[in-house]
């Protein structure tokens, strides 16, 4: 069995009735990861219980589960990266799921490309109908990934697969944006010239849509993007030939 040097890392709160299908889309990819950290952000239900009865899946895997008091995504997400001892970190919600050929095909591009971040289409999922997520196309509406990207925020998490050294050295995820912690780390590590993103316009993944989500609160997330707006304008303005 061929196993990649990647780390899945997958924040967890309250997700007992998903991360079962989340865990065995990682189980179930073509190419292995070397090891999953799922980080438990104070569940009170059994999702750290459904984590570990799934641990006997594979013993070419090293599936590691932390718990930490609730600090929201961004800090699960840091906490996992730390633990990580891969080249590569690939990000998957535990209320999400990748199809078989996500880590195979994100890999493969990210090596014949020679970039630093991969990201791919996905399909939403909602009330059991799969529709579309053409995210790729929007990424290049614009002169630069990253102009796009600060207008639209149209990189989803889930098809991420990125150098683990480009996560650290741009500080890791801001745990202080309860949403778009994600797009702004995104938006950091694309603000180097430098750093090439490839993107596959196939659909790898599927991100499931529902009323309780964390991007379900408007007014919250408007909140947060506007902090990010705001942070990264200067950046935009250089980089718009403002």
């Known amino acids: 069995m061929e196993i990649a040097d990647v780390a899945v890392i997958m924040p967890a709160f309250n997700a007992e009735l998903t991360i079962k299908d989340a865990l065995e889309s990682v189980f179930s990819q073509t190419l292995k990861p070397r090891e999953i950290i799922v980080v438990d952000d104070g569940s009170c239900d059994k999702t750290v219980e459904v984590a570990k009865s799934l641990g006997s899946i594979s013993e070419n895997i090293k599936l590691v589960i932390i718990c930490q008091k609730n600090a929201g995504p961004g800090a699960a997400r840091n906490r996992a990266i730390i633990a990580a001892t891969t080249k590569f970190l690939a990000f998957l919600d535990a209320d999400d799921d990748w199809l078989p050929l996500h880590l195979e095909k994100s890999l493969k591009?990210?090596?014949?490309?020679?970039?630093?971040?991969?990201?791919?289409?996905?399909?939403?999922?909602?009330?059991?109908?799969?529709?579309?997520?053409?995210?790729?196309?929007?990424?290049?509406?614009?002169?630069?990934?990253?102009?796009?990207?600060?207008?639209?925020?149209?990189?989803?998490?889930?098809?991420?697969?990125?150098?683990?050294?480009?996560?650290?050295?741009?500080?890791?995820?801001?745990?202080?944006?309860?949403?778009?912690?994600?797009?702004d780390l995104w938006l950091a590590i694309l603000s180097d010239d430098h750093v090439r993103l490839c993107a596959l316009y196939e659909a790898l993944s599927r991100y499931y849509i529902s009323s309780d989500g964390i991007n379900s609160n408007t007014s919250q997330r408007l909140k947060y993007y506007i902090l990010i707006a705001k942070r990264w304008a200067v950046t935009v303005t250089k980089k718009d030939g403002g």
């Open 109 to 183: 591009k990210l090596e014949e490309d020679n970039c630093v971040i991969s990201v791919h289409n996905e399909w939403l999922v909602q009330d059991g109908k799969e529709t579309l997520n053409d995210s790729v196309s929007r990424l290049y509406e614009r002169r630069s990934v990253f102009l796009s990207l600060y207008c639209k925020g149209c990189i989803s998490t889930s098809t991420v697969v990125v150098a683990r050294e480009s996560v650290f050295s741009n500080g890791g995820f801001d745990p202080n944006l309860a949403n778009g912690q994600d797009v």
